[in-house]
């Protein structure tokens, strides 16, 4: 089982664009906001594991 982190760094409609925060990288993941937690706004700190995205609290 494999965890990933994010930030979501902008949200256009019905999509976020998340960035990995555990490496070093810029690119970009398009994801539909229907897969994402209730209340995400930019800035917002994911955990993605289990096919799951989950608000990770600073």
Same mark, same amino acid.
């Given at each position: ?6 930030? &979501?760094?902008?949200? /256009? +409609? $019905?999509?976020?664009? =998340?960035?990995?925060? /555990?490496?070093?990288? $810029? /690119? =970009?993941?398009? &994801?539909?906001?229907? *897969? *994402?937690? !209730? +209340? &995400?706004?930019? +800035?917002?700190? *994911?955990?993605? !594991? =289990? ?8």
């Amino acid at each position: 089982m494999e965890t990933w982190y994010y930030e &979501v760094t902008s949200i /256009d +409609g $019905d999509y976020a664009n =998340l960035r990995r925060t /555990d490496i070093q990288s $810029d /690119d =970009l993941k398009l &994801v539909a906001r229907a *897969l *994402l937690p !209730e +209340g &995400v706004a930019e +800035g917002t700190r *994911l955990k993605y !594991e =289990l096919m799951q995205y989950q608000i990770v609290e600073a």
